[in-house]
């Protein structure tokens, strides 16, 4: 696909501003569009949207075709009469303070999760009917995924959140009867579940439009494997490589290198792709057409496993022992291409990449991604020094994975800073900008900046630091941050002035006589 030349800004929905403890897609999303539209910028990236589990990632995910709950705005809620802003009041004076820097989870989820449920009383009470209509219309035209990801998430409530190998022996392989019986005792969870989701795509679509109809696009994300503890497994066994107790015999990961002399050992379980194959990647259509009724462009995670990927023995503790296998290559790509037209995919192609990676995402026409802090740390000939960049490529200054770039700035050494002064041909005080500055006057077609750096944040706004298990995703930014008009005037111009941004004729006032 051919990207005009453009920039965006990375900013996931939970780092929005608002009182009720986590960002969402109410008001505030709305206000980070018309930002976005002001400081010149027509992409705004988000990370994966769908419902997170343990340790809050949205790269492990119960479902990869649903949405997340904790997104869905409650203020919207009581604007349509399924919330009385009392009760909003009271459950957040009962919960304790929900802090407006960044998310705590864990009383997020209690707080705002026992509002949703309110919520669903009311719609059943009668409070809204013409959304009730929409609502039985949702669940009809989304029963493909949403009845197995309802009844999974039922029942995963009714074992108190245990992993699905762990339930009877009948429902972890899906006997028929067993599931007849779950869904007729479990009917009013499966209804909640489902209701969660309509209320996420209820919200979710209609930003999507304000921001299309404004001229922003979204792009996506999507990891290449799936959790384990997941809908998406349980669902589909057959497509995964699982024993006969529903266990993975192996798993995803990386082999050791610079960075790790024990690789990494990510657990996922692996595809069957010679099975996918057989009706035609037909999950895998059906993924890839849900995500693009949600976001305009997919920057999809660890391309370079569509070519090779790195399968351990899942009994193996860290990744050494493992070994490349055969990815599905091109006849993915083409099935894919055959079912949806035109793919708008970014490939995450970051670290050591093989030719095969990139003969594959050459031959399908999707950019690969460039990451400014990783440029500086050898020769002139590192790829991810601007002047090695071929148009076809998305730069970063960083991604949701690095440290902001102040942080990073005063992590390096002070070698490696002087490296970054003379590049850059400036001292670096105002490094975050700095960055921005360099990635939009690249060649690149598309540069993105994560917000932090845009807000020139340190080390306490990073977004996510790998192998860390707790403290991940949770940052937010405050409303005032976007009070400055200045803000967006000044990235407003580096957009136009590297020619990211056209704005629009001045208006032509014809005087009589």
Not at 376 to 390: C, E, K, R, V
Not at 457 to 475: E, F, I, V, Y
């Amino acid at each position: 696909m051919n990207f005009s030349r453009s920039s965006g800004i990375l900013l996931h929905p939970t780092s929005l501003p608002g009182r009720w403890g986590v960002g969402d897609l109410g008001t505030a999303a709305y206000r980070f569009v018309d930002f976005l539209v002001a400081a010149g910028q027509t992409l705004w990236q988000v990370l994966p949207l769908g419902p997170t589990g343990y340790g809050d990632s949205p790269y492990q995910c119960f479902s990869a075709f649903a949405g997340n709950p904790l997104l869905v705005s409650l203020d919207d809620l009581v604007e349509s009469g399924l919330l009385e802003q009392v009760e909003v009041e009271a459950a957040a004076s009962a919960v304790g303070d929900l802090g407006l820097d960044h998310v705590e989870y864990g009383r997020v989820i209690s707080f705002k999760f026992g509002l949703l449920r309110a919520s669903f009383q009311h719609l059943r009470a009668g409070k809204n009917p013409a959304l009730a209509d929409e609502f039985v219309a949702f669940c009809t035209a989304q029963a493909a995924w949403l009845d197995d990801y309802a009844l999974f998430m039922a029942l995963k409530n009714h074992h108190g959140g245990a992993s699905w190998n762990t339930w009877h022996p009948d429902l972890r392989s899906r006997k028929a009867a067993a599931l007849r019986t779950a869904k007729k005792d479990l009917a009013e969870e499966i209804a909640l579940q489902q209701y969660l989701q309509f209320l996420f795509f209820h919200q979710w679509m209609p930003l999507k439009a304000y921001a299309n109809g404004l001229g922003i696009k979204i792009i996506g994300d999507a990891p290449i494997f799936v959790a384990y503890d997941s809908a998406d497994v349980w669902a589909n066994p057959n497509l995964f490589y699982l024993d006969a107790e529903g266990n993975p015999t192996v798993v995803a990961g990386v082999p050791p290198d610079y960075f790790s002399e024990t690789g990494q050992l990510w657990g996922n379980p692996l595809y069957r792709w010679a099975r996918m194959a057989k009706d035609g990647y037909a999950w895998w259509v059906a993924r890839l057409r849900q995500t693009f009724s949600l976001v305009d462009i997919l920057r999809l995670d660890h391309f370079r496993g569509f070519a090779a990927y790195w399968e351990v023995p899942a009994a193996e503790t860290t990744a050494i022992n493992g070994k490349w296998v055969t990815g599905p290559g091109a006849a993915l790509f083409t099935a894919l291409h055959d079912a949806l037209g035109e793919l708008p995919i970014i490939a995450e192609d970051l670290g050591l990449i093989t030719p095969d990676v990139d003969a594959l995402r050459e031959q399908f026409g999707f950019p690969g991604m460039k990451v400014l802090q990783f440029a500086f740390g050898d020769t002139a000939h590192n790829p991810y020094l601007p002047h090695n960049y071929a148009p076809a490529a998305i730069v970063y200054t960083g991604t949701h994975d690095n440290n902001t770039s102040v942080g990073w700035f005063e992590d390096i050494s002070e070698a490696e800073r002087e490296k970054v002064r003379l590049y850059i041909g400036r001292d670096g005080s105002d490094i975050a900008w700095d960055l921005v500055r360099l990635a939009l006057m690249s060649v690149a077609q598309v540069a993105v900046v994560p917000m932090q750096d845009i807000l020139r944040l340190g080390s306490d706004a990073r977004m996510n630091t790998p192998g860390r298990a707790d403290r991940n995703w949770t940052w937010r930014f405050r409303a005032e941050a976007l009070d400055n008009p200045g803000l967006a005037f000044g990235i407003c111009l580096l957009a136009e002035a590297y020619g990211r941004y056209e704005p629009p004729p001045a208006e032509v006032v014809d005087h009589p006589g």
